[in-house]
């Protein structure tokens, strides 16, 4: 049997080999782990909240006081990274012969405000300033309603775009003039939020309607009917530790009443 020379590759053919199995490792490792790189939340609570851990708003719906006309939060970087960001204001709801208007920055004090005159006509709107989202300093959102003398509800969602114009998170703000919320209008809180075993739902009126509460991936867990209560316990010790949207419905379930982040440790 005739032996076959042995082929060994010169040191330029190793390195190219080398080169290209270099680069194309550090391509597989780039799109591994690029989501967890580019991965952005945030945390959005009310302004006053100085709890050390404060409730988190983001995608919720939040009320105004009677006749009240501005809402303030902050924004906090729950990322690993600095990230710019613009924030989006939706109409959701408006009545006739309102105005509204926003100011966003690192502080309140030092925030960029948006005359009613630039925010008000155009829906959405887009703030075109971007501002720098620390992770050490929570940046200051705004929302801004002139009803003037008109009577009813509006309401406006605020959204935080990073640098490629996604929506990162949201918050609703919804304004009624004291003459447009009589039956309607409920302010409701939840707590404690982060809760154990049970969590409160209180109301400045009875509150009529069905309570449920879904996990993140849209599963119903818990559905309740609540009859002229302005104070009611749910017991909350069937669900594991994890994030769950509360929600509560009018008694017809058609339109949503109140929603918020619940935190069960």
């Not at 330029?12 to 080169?19: A, N, P, Q």
């Not at 050490?136 to 509800?153: Q, R, T, W």
Request: aromatic content about 10%.
């Amino acid at each position: 049997m005739r032996l076959q020379p042995l082929i060994v590759p010169t040191k330029t053919e190793t390195y190219f080999v080398m080169k290209i199995f270099s680069l194309t490792l550090l391509v597989l490792i780039g799109i591994l782990i690029s989501p967890i790189a580019q991965a952005q939340s945030i945390l959005i609570y009310d302004y006053f909240d100085t709890d050390p851990e404060p409730t988190d708003l983001s995608g919720t719906l939040v009320y105004a006081i009677p006749d009240g006309a501005v809402k303030r939060f902050s924004i906090k970087n729950m990322s690993d990274s600095v990230f710019n960001f613009r924030i989006e204001r939706v109409k959701i709801e408006e009545i006739d012969g309102v105005f509204d208007f926003l100011a966003c920055g690192t502080t309140e004090g030092t925030s960029t405000a948006y005359s009613y005159v630039d925010v008000s006509p155009d829906d959405p709107f887009i703030t075109p300033d971007t501002f720098q989202l620390q992770l050490d300093v929570d940046a200051y959102l705004g929302s801004h309603y002139l009803p003037e003398e008109s009577v009813g509800c509006s309401q406006y969602r605020y959204y935080v775009l990073n640098d490629s114009s996604d929506r990162v998170d949201s918050i609703d703000v919804r304004y009624c003039s004291s003459s447009g919320i009589d039956e309607n209008y409920l302010e409701v809180s939840v707590y404690p939020n982060p809760t154990h075993n049970s969590v409160i739902l209180a109301s400045n009126n009875p509150i009529n309607g069905t309570l449920l509460i879904h996990d993140l991936s849209g599963r119903e867990l818990i559905n309740e009917n609540i009859m002229n209560s302005e104070k009611y316990e749910l017991d909350v010790l069937s669900l594991d530790q994890g994030v769950y949207m509360l929600t509560l419905f009018d008694p017809n379930g058609n339109n949503t009443i109140f929603s918020s982040k619940l935190t069960v440790r």
